[in-house]
């Protein structure tokens, strides 16, 4: 009889019913989700997942039920029923700390409805930058061989999306010059894949923060974000990550500490919730947070001197989730590129509608993934753009497959990028 009793929610990181019964049932949060709006199904919208998440708290489903499974990794965690829910449901903190419940409860389901890769996998890449930079170095040795090309026309998983990745890669160096040092001390988020393959973007953002008076530090005992190890359930791996960046910024003596991947600044700004119930660490963990801030928030903020030249590009913004919902930051980027723009920005439909990539949803849902992706290379295309900014690694790639799939011919870019194309080599 035992054997066949509902199993529950384990008391660690467990989603709280403080959070889920906020939930008002309005079903305001429906026409923002982007499964929902390809699925027009309830329970693959958020309201729909809340009422699964629930179920289990109150112990009417088994945390490894099929449906509870697939419906927690089917989310792509965009964060985009948050930014409209009028009882502020802390909807992401739901579906982070029940994928950890999935994961720790062990369900046979688990590995056939996420496919994420295996925890010491991720672990490996992420934990271990010296690991990612080899395999990011053999996907471009593959690249230059066209060994890619033929693995996305064959539709090997991720193939598509490893022959867009740029072929720069960055190593931290510890402070760096500034064009006005009384304007502060900025520390530069290097990260993990950003380090890895856009090192461009970052040499780009360490010369705008210069331009912006800013002296810049590039630690070399910072690392991942965690965002990875967070939207895969492994809350314990991120923690990890997050005592090392903490420790990293507070002997840095820097004011700020800025992301340039929405995808981290979002998770970086949320440290907190990962150290709830640990009174070492969640103080220093919100402190942290509370300096943490996007590129383009800090350089919208600053004076900033005229650009060398204005680009002339038909340029349009596509919307990184985790920086328009995560961190509720829509105006700055468009503001900036409205300084180094000679025409008005092209606003596409659906700017803020996720692009399919999520982290690495576009490896572990590739089905719906890649609907999402259709959805947003069509409203890309009906622009006639042939710039598309954006401010995050994942949603670059993914946007950059799409308009390949579709022969349209448009370079996708960082804002920053862009940004610094237009002033420069002033410094």
Excluded at 39 to 68: H, N
Excluded at 80 to 93: L, T
Excluded at 249 to 273: M, P, W
Excluded at 275 to 293: H, I, L, P, T, Y
Aim: a positive charge; charged letters at 25%.
């Amino acid at each position: 009889m035992a054997e066949h009793a509902l199993r529950g929610f384990s008391e660690v990181d467990r989603p709280r019913s403080t959070v889920y019964d906020t939930c008002i049932r309005c079903g305001l949060c429906l026409p923002s989700c982007p499964t929902y709006l390809e699925t027009m199904t309830e329970t693959s919208g958020p309201r729909g997942r809340i009422s699964l998440i629930k179920a289990v708290g109150e112990g009417r489903l088994d945390v490894r039920s099929p449906e509870f499974v697939r419906q927690m990794w089917e989310c792509l965690d965009c964060r985009a029923c948050e930014a409209v829910c009028p009882s502020g449901v802390a909807y992401s903190q739901l579906i982070e700390t029940a994928r950890a419940q999935v994961e720790s409860a062990e369900s046979p389901h688990a590995s056939r409805q996420a496919r994420t890769p295996p925890r010491w996998v991720l672990r490996a890449l992420f934990g271990n930058l010296a690991v990612l930079r080899w395999c990011v170095a053999s996907l471009r040795w593959l690249q230059r061989l066209g060994l890619m090309s033929l693995a996305a026309r064959l539709g090997l998983p991720g193939a598509a999306l490893a022959r867009e990745l740029p072929h720069t890669s960055f190593t931290a160096r510890g402070q760096c010059a500034a064009a006005t040092p009384s304007a502060g001390v900025a520390f530069l988020h290097t990260g993990c894949i950003m380090s890895a393959a856009f090192g461009n973007v970052h040499e780009g953002t360490l010369r705008m923060l210069r331009r912006a008076g800013l002296s810049t530090v590039v630690p070399r005992t910072q690392g991942c974000c965690g965002a990875i190890a967070v939207h895969a359930g492994d809350r314990q791996f991120a923690r990890r990550l997050a005592r090392r960046n903490i420790l990293a910024f507070e002997e840095s003596g820097a004011d700020v500490y800025v992301a340039n991947a929405a995808g981290c600044g979002s998770t970086l700004k949320e440290y907190g919730r990962l150290f709830e119930g640990d009174d070492r660490w969640r103080d220093r963990a919100e402190r942290f947070s509370a300096q943490v801030r996007d590129v383009t928030e800090v350089l919208d903020a600053m004076e900033l001197p005229p650009p060398a030249r204005r680009i002339a590009e038909r340029t349009t913004y596509q919307e990184p989730c985790h920086l328009a919902h995560g961190q509720r930051i829509a105006g700055a980027p468009r503001r900036l590129l409205a300084r180094v723009l000679s025409r008005p920005l092209i606003e596409m439909r659906e700017s803020a509608v996720c692009c399919g990539s999520a982290g690495i949803y576009n490896l572990t849902q590739p089905q719906m993934a890649r609907r999402l992706q259709r959805r947003k290379t069509d409203a890309i295309t009906s622009t006639s753009a042939t710039i598309v900014a954006t401010a995050n690694p994942g949603c670059a790639l993914q946007v950059a497959a799409g308009l390949r799939e579709a022969r349209y011919d448009a370079s996708v870019r960082h804002v920053v990028e862009i940004l610094d194309d237009a002033y420069g080599a002033d410094c």
